[in-house]
């Protein structure tokens, strides 16, 4: 961890402490990590739903403030918890989403010209085929990727949100990186992200 990273968790985690006596010191943390907060829900369930991701997540940290241990895990790595337990009850829907993603075909009259057409086809397959792919992931499986792709948390980042051990971060990222990488026909989608731990 550098310094800088090490001074700003030590300061988010004054915070906090001040916040169980003074609750308008919590107003930093929320200044500090609602947009990356937001950006996280954004990319999991979509912009509709991403602000309200973040405010539950934030309301939920202001009401369990009194339970952060810094010994644990960052503020960063605490929210990034709460955001990934919220994201969970939308859970169906967001599998719904993947799995409509799956089924659906592009409209080849939607783009008239030939190269743009061929273009946006191959992207919609890959896409198509990655977002049927992290829907047949488990849950923990998929919540564990999408920690280290979307948000880019190290592995012991993504275990102290998620309060699982160590080791199972990696197995189930190797899980869900054979199983994404059968699913589109041997490309490995989390080049570089298996060994991602710092």
């Not at 988010?12 to 006596?21: E, L, N, P």
């Not at 990590?33 to 954004?42: G, Q």
């Amino acid at each position: 961890m550098s310094t800088a990273i090490g001074d700003q968790a030590e300061r988010d985690a004054t915070m906090i402490r001040q916040s169980r006596d003074a609750p308008e010191v919590f107003g930093a943390i929320f200044d500090a990590y609602f947009a990356e907060i937001r950006a996280y829900a954004s990319r999991r369930v979509g912009v509709e739903h991403a602000s309200d991701i973040a405010a539950e997540t934030f309301v939920a940290a202001f009401r369990k403030r009194h339970r952060y241990d810094p010994g644990r895990a960052s503020v960063r790595t605490w929210l990034y918890g709460f955001a990934t337990k919220l994201v969970g009850k939308h859970r169906r829907s967001e599998l719904r989403k993947l799995r409509a993603m799956d089924r659906l075909a592009p409209d080849p009259e939607s783009e008239e010209h030939e190269e743009r057409t061929t273009g946006r086809l191959a992207a919609e397959g890959l896409r198509k085929r990655l977002s049927g792919a992290l829907a047949g992931l488990s849950a923990g499986d998929r919540d564990v990727v999408l920690l280290v792709a979307l948000a880019g948390l190290s592995h012991e980042e993504v275990a102290a949100a998620l309060d699982i051990p160590y080791g199972t971060v990696g197995s189930r990222l190797n899980r869900a990186r054979r199983k994404l990488r059968e699913a589109l026909g041997g490309t490995n989608p989390l080049l570089g992200l298996e060994d991602h731990d710092g």
